[in-house]
């Protein structure tokens, strides 16, 4: 039997890239590749890349300049870029660094075969085309083997909300969502082999629309058919629009046994200028009162958002309502960014923020955030929580996992195997965990 040849592959960015990883490496699994931890040992290298923040491509090209010498060594080594960089920079990857063999983008790596066979007979392979065809029917089915107990999901991509500073909507392209049944079947072999937490991806995932045996159907829909897979224990999703929070997603929050008590619903921005001025057709106050339907519908819901600050023209006042706004939520988790200027994006047009200004505005967001997160998490102490284990943790006999909250719980000397779902009487609060003990 001849050896199998060896793939390195690293991800950067979001879960959906996480996912997409996973495929990537599962359809090259059929023309005998397996992963490898090392690009020393790789036949293969690919670059899963990200767009969504400047530098970004310089970051991947710098990257690529480093296998240089591995290419020298090793001529039949071929080079790979995918992903979002991939998409926006197209055949100018190839142009600006010639050891790249491959350059294929989110919508096409279900051709990744064809393109790989192509590298192997010298030649280039590019392709960042938004094809006709469904990219997930063309794949293979996902293999069989054992794997850890949480998996992502993806059941939708692509945006069409075009937020001033957001590069999505043009390198991941418009809204499509994958019909149900498809879900349904890849999250039943999912838990086949082992999964019991899917959390459900989409650069929109709310705005899920994918057809059903009854006409299209909504997130809230799909989940609650998800509700009924035997062996799923979890469900959770992100990353979600405000405005495309509807009823019955609120509610399944409330009755849905699945449905974890987190929800991320990004904001952005607590200044309704800004967020006019981001296209955002949501206000503070849209935003607030949602919160409020959420929180009604399950009171102990933690809620996780994203940030960024020093928008064009964002002022101090603007940003002391975008502070007001997270007092008033008090967020478990939420992501801050400074406002990375995107060509080719409405905003990078408009005056920006003194880098200082928006430096310090970040400073003042996170250190509220983190105040928060903390007193959160503090008061989770004395509590009876779910914890599902997905790993031994650094000491002897420790396990570690994350409660329904996703807070990540270590308990010692637990007799516990990974993939258990235990209740856990939390004992105390750490930087970053919490402890707790088996009930
Ligand atoms: N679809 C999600 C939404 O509407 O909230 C967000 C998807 S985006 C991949 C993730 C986060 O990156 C955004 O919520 C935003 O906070 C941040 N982001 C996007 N473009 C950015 C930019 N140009 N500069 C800084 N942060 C940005
Ligand atoms: Fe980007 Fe999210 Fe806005 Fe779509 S909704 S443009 S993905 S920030």
Redesign the pocket.
Known sequence: MSEPKKLYIKTYG?QMNVYDSERMSETLGGQGYVETKSPEDADMILLNTCH??EKAAEKVYSELGRFKGLKAEKPDLKIGVAGCVAQAEGEEIMRRQPLVDLVVGPQSYHRLPEMEAKTRTGAKALDTDFPEEDKFEKLKNRPKAKRGPTAFLTVQEG?D?F?A????PYTRGAEVSRPADRIIREAQDLVERGVREITLLG??VNAYHGAGPKGDMTLAGLIWELNKVDGLERIRFT?S?PNDMADDLIEAHGTCNKLMPYLHL?V?SGSDRILKRMNRSHTAESYLRLIERIRAARPDIVMSG???VGFPEETEEDFQATLDLVQEVKYGYA?S??????PG?PAAERPQVDPDAADDRLQRLQALITQHQREIQDAMVGRKVSVLFEKPGRLAGQMVGKSEYLHSVHVSDADVAVGELRDVRITSSGANSLAGELI
């Open positions: 979001c969504i923040r945006c909300k937020c500073f957001c590069v999505v650069q929109n990353t629009h990004p952005q994203d940030f960024i992501y960014f400074k406002y990375s200027t995107r994006t």
